[in-house]
T-cell receptor, first 112, second 111 residues
Framework: EAGVAQSPRYKIIEKRQSVAFWCNPISGHATLYWYQQILGQGPKLLIQFQNNGVVDDSQLPKDRFSAERLKGVDSTLKIQPAKLEDSAVYLC??????????FGEGSRLTVL | GENVEQHPSTLSVQEGDSAVIKCTYSDSASNYFPWYKQELGKGPQLIIDIRSNVGEKKDQRIAVTLNKTAKHFSLHITETQPEDSAVYFCAASLRENKLTFGTGTQLKVEL
């Protein structure tokens, strides 16, 4: 079974530029998550989708971050404009209803 | 909201020794406590979890214990091997799909 796919793996941009990350969850997983993992910290939930609807986006900085999951399958996370403190690994995860989250390998963002 | 503290931040053990990582949580309503292992350049992977109606769970060399009264839970790894070297995260949640993670423990198993 294919795992969670994410791209790009690495991205370097300058502050105030924009960036987009893509995620394709495990087939059949209705729930999709985006987490931000700053170096040396645990993952922090940014947004959770159930099919194509948002379940929780309380920790998403909506002035610069946006995410969508239009057809209830793959998802895109966008940052515009980026700040230095956005440097982190952006992890996508998916789950069924068993509780276990399956994570992708992440997209590492460096903002200069 | 939930707050999870994790100790130690780094742990070095000799191969074959045991390793213990401890976490405390703040929300007494939390009822699901998973542990994730993250290898370098990879995403976290679930290794074991426990629910609040159980005090202890074991899977081969790993075990987790939960003390609801004290609001803490621990991961125990016995007979450590080099491949156990990784970062381990505890997490807690009221609902299974909304996890709050600890800050992680870098475990190094030395030969």
């Amino acid at each position: 079974e294919a795992g969670v796919a994410q791209s790009p793996r690495y991205k370097i941009i300058e502050k105030r530029q924009s960036v987009a990350f893509w995620c394709n969850p495990i087939s059949g997983h209705a729930t999709l998550y985006w987490y931000q993992q700053i170096l040396g910290q645990g993952p922090k939930l940014l947004i959770q989708f159930q099919n194509n609807g948002v379940v929780d986006d309380s920790q998403l900085p909506k002035d610069r971050f946006s995410a969508e999951r239009l057809k209830g399958v793959d998802s895109t996370l966008k940052i515009q404009p980026a700040k230095l403190e956005d440097s982190a690994v952006y992890l996508c995860a998916s789950s069924q209803n068993t509780g276990e989250l399956f994570f992708g390998e992440g997209s590492r963002l460096t903002v200069l | 909201g939930e707050n999870v503290e994790q100790h130690p931040s780094t742990l070095s053990v000799q191969e074959g020794d045991s390793a213990v990582i401890k976490c405390t949580y703040s929300d007494s309503a939390s009822n699901y406590f998973p542990w994730y292992k993250q290898e370098l350049g990879k995403g976290p992977q679930l290794i074991i979890d426990i629910r609040s109606n159980v005090g202890e769970k074991k899977d081969q060399r790993i075990a987790v214990t939960l003390n609801k009264t004290a609001k803490h839970f621990s991961l125990h790894i016995t007979e450590t091997q080099p491949e156990d070297s990784a970062v381990y995260f505890c997490a807690a949640s009221l609902r299974e799909n909304k996890l709050t993670f600890g800050t992680g423990t870098q475990l190094k198993v030395e030969l």
